[in-house]
Nanobody, 119 residues
Framework: VQLVESGGGLVQAGGSLRLSCVVS????????MGWHRQAPGKERELVAG???????NYADSVKGRFTISRDNAKNTVYLQMNSLKPEDTAVYYC??????????????WGQGIQVTVSS
Protein backbone atom coordinates (compact mmCIF):
# COMPACT_ATOMS: atom_id res chain seq x y z
CA VAL A 1 0.00 0.00 0.00
CA GLN A 2 1.28 3.46 -0.91
CA LEU A 3 -0.06 6.91 -0.19
CA VAL A 4 1.30 9.64 -2.43
CA GLU A 5 0.62 13.31 -1.77
CA SER A 6 0.73 16.10 -4.32
CA GLY A 7 -0.21 19.75 -4.61
CA GLY A 8 2.04 21.35 -2.04
CA GLY A 9 4.33 24.29 -2.61
CA LEU A 10 4.91 27.94 -1.83
CA VAL A 11 2.02 30.39 -1.64
CA GLN A 12 1.50 33.88 -0.30
CA ALA A 13 -0.61 34.52 2.75
CA GLY A 14 -4.27 34.61 1.80
CA GLY A 15 -3.75 32.22 -1.07
CA SER A 16 -5.02 28.70 -1.66
CA LEU A 17 -3.63 25.25 -2.29
CA ARG A 18 -5.27 21.90 -2.88
CA LEU A 19 -3.53 18.79 -1.63
CA SER A 20 -4.32 15.37 -3.05
CA CYS A 21 -3.43 11.94 -1.74
CA VAL A 22 -3.85 8.81 -3.83
CA VAL A 23 -3.87 5.38 -2.21
CA SER A 24 -2.59 2.51 -4.34
CA UNK A 25 -1.77 -1.15 -3.88
CA UNK A 26 -3.65 -4.18 -2.73
CA UNK A 27 -6.65 -2.59 -1.03
CA UNK A 28 -9.67 -4.36 0.35
CA UNK A 29 -11.22 -1.27 1.92
CA UNK A 30 -10.39 2.18 3.27
CA UNK A 31 -12.23 3.62 6.24
CA UNK A 32 -11.15 6.90 7.84
CA MET A 33 -8.67 9.12 6.06
CA GLY A 34 -7.08 12.32 7.15
CA TRP A 35 -4.40 14.93 7.01
CA HIS A 36 -1.89 15.76 9.71
CA ARG A 37 0.86 18.35 9.67
CA GLN A 38 4.14 18.95 11.42
CA ALA A 39 5.85 22.32 11.65
CA PRO A 40 9.53 22.64 12.57
CA GLY A 41 10.04 22.10 16.27
CA LYS A 42 6.43 21.10 16.83
CA GLU A 43 4.58 17.84 17.23
CA ARG A 44 2.53 16.35 14.44
CA GLU A 45 -1.08 17.47 14.72
CA LEU A 46 -4.38 16.50 13.18
CA VAL A 47 -5.61 18.94 10.55
CA ALA A 48 -8.74 17.20 9.26
CA GLY A 49 -10.32 13.77 9.05
CA UNK A 50 -13.08 12.16 7.03
CA UNK A 51 -14.89 8.85 7.46
CA UNK A 52 -15.85 6.51 4.65
CA UNK A 53 -19.36 7.94 4.94
CA UNK A 54 -18.15 11.51 4.54
CA UNK A 55 -18.32 12.76 8.11
CA UNK A 56 -15.59 15.32 8.73
CA ASN A 57 -13.75 16.87 11.62
CA TYR A 58 -11.24 19.72 11.74
CA ALA A 59 -8.68 21.27 14.00
CA ASP A 60 -10.00 24.53 15.43
CA SER A 61 -7.16 26.41 13.76
CA VAL A 62 -8.35 25.49 10.25
CA LYS A 63 -12.13 25.45 10.63
CA GLY A 64 -13.79 27.60 8.02
CA ARG A 65 -10.63 27.74 5.89
CA PHE A 66 -9.84 24.10 5.04
CA THR A 67 -12.13 21.49 3.52
CA ILE A 68 -11.43 17.77 3.41
CA SER A 69 -13.14 15.56 0.86
CA ARG A 70 -12.66 12.15 -0.71
CA ASP A 71 -13.42 10.24 -3.86
CA ASN A 72 -13.88 6.63 -2.86
CA ALA A 73 -13.90 5.42 -6.46
CA LYS A 74 -10.44 6.91 -6.96
CA ASN A 75 -9.09 6.05 -3.48
CA THR A 76 -8.20 9.71 -3.14
CA VAL A 77 -8.52 12.25 -0.37
CA TYR A 78 -8.22 15.99 -0.84
CA LEU A 79 -7.52 18.99 1.34
CA GLN A 80 -8.63 22.34 0.00
CA MET A 81 -6.79 25.05 1.90
CA ASN A 82 -8.01 28.64 1.57
CA SER A 83 -7.02 31.86 3.32
CA LEU A 84 -3.65 30.37 4.13
CA LYS A 85 -1.61 31.88 6.93
CA PRO A 86 2.14 31.71 7.62
CA GLU A 87 1.36 29.52 10.64
CA ASP A 88 -0.02 26.89 8.25
CA THR A 89 3.53 26.30 7.04
CA ALA A 90 4.36 22.65 7.71
CA VAL A 91 4.91 19.25 6.17
CA TYR A 92 1.48 17.78 5.52
CA TYR A 93 0.95 14.03 5.82
CA CYS A 94 -1.90 12.03 4.38
CA UNK A 95 -3.01 8.93 6.27
CA UNK A 96 -5.62 6.25 5.96
CA UNK A 97 -7.02 3.29 7.87
CA UNK A 98 -6.67 0.58 5.26
CA UNK A 99 -7.57 -3.08 5.07
CA UNK A 100 -5.50 -5.21 2.71
CA UNK A 101 -6.76 -8.53 4.04
CA UNK A 102 -9.98 -8.54 6.05
CA UNK A 103 -10.44 -7.92 8.87
CA UNK A 104 -6.99 -6.51 9.59
CA UNK A 105 -6.88 -2.73 9.46
CA UNK A 106 -3.70 -0.70 9.68
CA UNK A 107 -2.96 3.00 9.46
CA UNK A 108 -0.70 3.96 6.61
CA TRP A 109 1.04 7.29 6.06
CA GLY A 110 2.27 9.18 3.04
CA GLN A 111 5.78 10.54 2.81
CA GLY A 112 4.68 14.10 3.47
CA ILE A 113 4.57 17.21 1.33
CA GLN A 114 5.82 20.69 2.13
CA VAL A 115 3.44 23.64 2.32
CA THR A 116 5.06 27.03 2.82
CA VAL A 117 3.04 30.20 3.30
CA SER A 118 4.93 33.46 2.99
CA SER A 119 3.83 36.64 4.73
Amino acid sequence: VQLVESGGGLVQAGGSLRLSCVVSGSIYSISAMGWHRQAPGKERELVAGITSGGETNYADSVKGRFTISRDNAKNTVYLQMNSLKPEDTAVYYCNGAIVEVAPYEYRYWGQGIQVTVSS
